[in-house]
């Protein structure tokens, strides 16, 4: 048996896990097609997913599927198309061994499949184009051919068309039937492919076929399907195209490294945690234990000095099968399988399995220390004994998704959600907060904030003097100067003692912690030019410089920063009668329109950017709009380069 795991990407809405449902339902693993609309499709099972009609977590299913060339078992991934779970997308590539990428008929490629297929190409991972819709838009794909081609930076070979009788014909299935040009494209990007075919006169072999199963496999060559997921015209033709493409080259890891790429976490009764793992190659338990033990660390000590065990004495390693979830000692490369989670393993998604150490641990865990995102929200229980449920909860919902991120507010023992967008932290606060009458109290969602310094270089001479000016700081010349990112540095030019050193860096740091707006300061240098160390007590010369850098330094910010946060950029597809309202909402929330065009059907696509601030509650407001059919995508950034201006 031939195993293939292929992911199914596309913009939001586009008709990924419309397409998914009927594959389902073509490969015999389900009865009958389940509609996002009445809420009963096989990937979207959560609650949040069948009350929005949105994926927000990704589903793996194991399908047989028979081609004329081979008898395939294909691992279907559907993956979430919403900006906020795009770390669920990214996790996956290392594992992929071809992708399906859903386009909608009528309409340009749109921003979250450009995403995905930039991050497929740099993964190398092979691609097929499906357009779908094509039932509710005939033959208006032009708009996606040519946005594609710009994308790719060279043309797609478009491989089915129209026969008389208006049925669409597939290449795969009628090669013979095709213009001649279309088999010229598919042998073009390989000189030795040509010249066989050319040396062929009498065509035993289509040098077409082999040209086309190898070329998107070397990211020479995009074929494109086109067809309908709701009625399921040109799905298993598509399937038959995914299976005759060449995988990608399975990832070398080497010896030291289990061959093991988790793709995901998940939780369920009766298993507990576990991950779906991917094998790079087949291997048995036993290889598996044996690679681990041949890289054990030695016992470590701890502060006391005592040894400490790393992990339990024997097996850690439980493998189930996803179908029947018994265990196995065989991997399969390619076959998805279960892994328990157990103490010393680290089953990060996109990373190989690891060994718990000093170094990963500050990256699991449910108080990580990732960069934090820029949206967050406050919690806080109704009931302080009720702490640890919380805790626990909130524990479930960062195993399951690790882009969220939880962090304690020191100075109050409340709570932190850190999440990677509105919708995801509106989604995790109502998966911890289902099926319990416990009451937990959570504030609105709060946007990051920063303080950029203005251009400017401005000299300043800073001490300190105090008990009756008997003692001073001594007199510190530097200059401060403004940096090209959101980064803080100290230089100094003159040779100082390291404490004293230690004491103007630290004193540095802990003035841009609150600039002038109350956030902290970035995007700003420190240049110590010079400092004579006045005689006397150094304790009490340190202590005086501290105050007198924390005075100087933040006198310097009250005229000479700005106030900066996320961009958000959105896109809205809407009725060309409800766009006049669209506009007005996002006028009002000081949004720049970047572009409006007219899209198919008497739709209108319109681009336009915003404070992240001002977008909370955009994506509800357009429900409202529009009466639930306005699609919004949303992405937010906060870098130097990607940033708004707040207050000046």
């Not at 490629?109 to 691609?127: F, G, H, T, Y």
């Not at 707006?517 to 240049?527: A, D, I, M």
Request: proline letters at 4%.
């Amino acid at each position: 048996m031939k195993y293939r795991t292929v992911g199914i990407f596309a913009h939001i809405d586009s008709g990924k896990t419309t397409l998914t449902e009927r594959i389902l339902f073509e490969s015999g693993k389900i009865a009958a097609v389940g509609s996002i609309e009445d809420g009963n499709t096989e990937s979207d099972s959560l609650q949040e997913e069948i009350e929005r009609g949105i994926s927000i977590r990704t589903t793996f299913h194991s399908i047989p599927w028979e081609t004329k060339f081979g008898k395939f078992q294909i691992q279907l991934v559907d993956t979430p198309g919403h900006i906020d779970f795009r770390n669920q997308v990214t996790d996956l590539l290392p594992a992929m061994d071809s992708a399906i990428v859903v386009l909608e008929a009528g309409t340009v490629v749109q921003s979250q499949a450009r995403l995905v297929i930039e991050e497929l190409r740099k993964a190398n991972v092979p691609m097929v184009f499906f357009i779908n819709k094509l039932d509710r838009f005939d033959e208006d794909y032009l708009d996606a051919l040519v946005s594609l081609e710009e994308i790719l930076g060279g043309a797609p070979v478009s491989l089915f068309q129209k026969n008389p009788e208006g049925k669409l014909e597939y290449y795969l299935n009628t090669p013979g039937h095709f213009p001649k040009t279309v088999g010229e494209e598919l042998v073009a990007w390989n000189d030795e492919i040509l010249l066989s075919s050319w040396n062929d006169p009498s065509g035993q072999t289509d040098y077409s076929l082999v040209g086309l199963q190898g070329g998107p496999r070397f990211g020479k060559l995009y074929p494109v399907y086109g067809g309908s997921a709701k009625t399921g015209e040109g799905v298993r033709e598509l399937l038959d195209l995914v299976l005759w493409v060449e995988p990608k080259e399975p990832e070398n890891f080497g010896d030291s490294s289990l061959p093991l790429l988790v793709l995901s976490r998940r939780s369920a009764e009766g298993v507990g945690r576990y991950a779906v793992v991917y094998p790079t190659k087949n291997i048995h338990l036993a290889e598996v234990e044996a690679i681990w033990k041949k890289n054990a660390p030695k016992l470590e000590a701890n502060q006391s000095g005592s040894a400490i065990e790393i992990e339990p004495r024997g097996s850690i390693f439980q493998f189930l099968d996803p179908e029947s979830e018994e265990e196995i000692s065989e991997l399969n490369q390619g076959k998805l399988v279960l892994l328990k989670n157990q103490k010393g393993l680290v089953l990060l998604p996109g990373q190989t399995v690891a060994r718990a150490s000093e170094r990963n641990s500050k990256e699991v865990g449910l108080f990580s220390e990732k960069t934090p995102s820029p949206f967050s929200v406050v919690l806080e229980p109704e009931e302080s004994t009720d702490k640890e449920f919380w805790l626990c909860r909130l524990e479930e919902l960062v195993w399951e998704d690790p882009g969220y991120q939880v962090h304690k507010k020191e100075e109050t023992g409340q709570l932190v959600l850190l999440g990677r967008g509105e919708l995801h932290l509106e989604i995790g606060i109502r998966r911890i907060t289902e099926r319990t009458e416990k009451k937990l109290n959570f504030s609105s969602i709060n946007i990051a904030k920063l303080e950029l310094l203005k251009k400017m270089s401005h000299k300043v001479a800073l001490e300190h003097r105090a008990f009756e000016d008997q003692k001073s700081s001594g007199a510190l010349i530097a200059v401060l100067e403004d940096t090209a990112d959101f980064s803080k540095h100290i230089a100094f030019e003159v040779s100082l003692p390291e404490e004293v050193k230690n004491s103007i860096e630290t004193s540095f740091m802990e003035a841009c912690l609150h600039g002038f707006y109350g956030e902290e300061v970035v995007g700003l240098k420190f240049r110590v030019l010079s400092y004579e160390i006045p005689k006397g007590d150094l304790q009490t010369t340190l202590t005086l410089l501290k105050v007198a850098i924390l005075a100087g330094v933040k006198e310097l910010f009250s005229s000479n920063t700005y106030l900066v946060g996320p961009l958000t950029e959105v896109e809205v597809m809407v009725d060309a009668d409800h766009l006049g309202v669209v506009l007005s909402d996002l006028s009002r929330r000081n949004a720049k329109v970047i572009s409006i065009f007219e899209a198919v059907a008497g739709k209108s696509h319109l681009k336009a950017n915003a404070p992240a601030q001002n977008l909370l509650g955009f994506s509800g407001a357009l429900r409202n709009m529009t009466k639930g059919i306005g699609i919004s995508w949303e992405r937010t950034a906060f870098t130097y380069e990607f940033h708004a201006f707040l207050k000046e």
